[in-house]
């Protein structure tokens, strides 16, 4: 089972801001960094933030992602049908030495 | 570009093995290791376990230790996954992904079904 627990759902209406919570421990989001993973349907997942708050190249800046402690997020600004997707959180696990994802989330744009 | 291409869908009968390819092109093979993540139906992302492609060194999941192995040919530039003694619960889509764990870049995807 995921160690790393988010929300099931969250929504909003487009042009809205919408933060999506990942709730983990001191073995993995409080001693290394978190990833965030968006997963349209049907496809493979696309890394969206790496190293808690970096967004790769080609992403767009309304989406944030923070971390504070043993917790982390992931805010969507500006809404659009587009980030219509399934949310993942991720770090690495120092006591399973193993990598561990989020519970997901799935984001629906009203 | 960096492009991950995996093998096709598998259907295997359950204590049967599984073995997934995943072919890279666009960058130096032996500069990245191969992650694998699976995704059962309608579940959310499991890591599998990782293996570098420099040296071979891997990294398996507490879960599937024993009944995972995961290997490289660097002359092809390939890497495979083979998961023993099938269970139903198997049944998942497969991705190989590139690095350890920051995944960047993704395989399309591989459905094995496991069903008798």
């Known amino acids: 089972q995921s160690v790393l627990t988010q929300p099931p759902s969250a929504s909003g209406t487009p042009g809205q801001r919408v933060t999506i919570s990942c709730s983990g421990s001191s073995s993995n989001i409080g001693s290394n960094y978190v990833y965030w993973y968006q997963q349209l349907p049907g496809t493979a997942p696309k890394l969206l933030i790496y190293?808690?708050?970096q967004r790769p190249s080609g992403v767009p800046d309304r989406f944030s992602g923070s971390k504070s402690g043993t917790s982390a997020s992931l805010a969507i600004s500006g809404l659009r049908s587009e980030d219509e997707a399934d949310y993942y959180c991720?770090?690495?696990?120092?006591?399973?030495?193993?990598?561990?994802f989020g519970t997901g989330t799935k984001v629906t744009v009203l | 570009q960096v492009q991950l291409v995996q093998s096709g869908a598998e259907v295997k009968k359950p204590g049967a093995s599984v073995k997934v390819s995943c072919k890279a092109s666009?960058?130096?093979?032996?500069?990245?290791?191969i992650s694998w993540v699976r995704q059962a139906p309608g579940q959310g992302l499991e890591w599998m376990g990782w293996i570098s492609a420099y040296n071979g060194n891997t990294n398996y999941a507490q879960k599937l230790q024993g009944r995972v192995t995961m290997t490289t040919d660097t002359s092809t530039s390939t890497a495979y996954m083979e998961l023993r003694s099938l269970r139903s619960d198997d049944t998942a889509v497969y991705y190989c992904?590139?690095?350890?764990?920051?995944?960047?870049?993704w395989g399309q995807g591989t459905l094995v079904t496991v069903s008798s």
């Open positions: 991720a770090a690495w696990d120092d006591s399973l030495n193993g990598g561990v």
């Open positions: 992904a590139r690095d350890k764990w920051e995944l960047r870049n």
């Open positions: 190293r808690n708050n």
């Open positions: 666009g960058y130096t093979f032996t500069s990245y290791g």
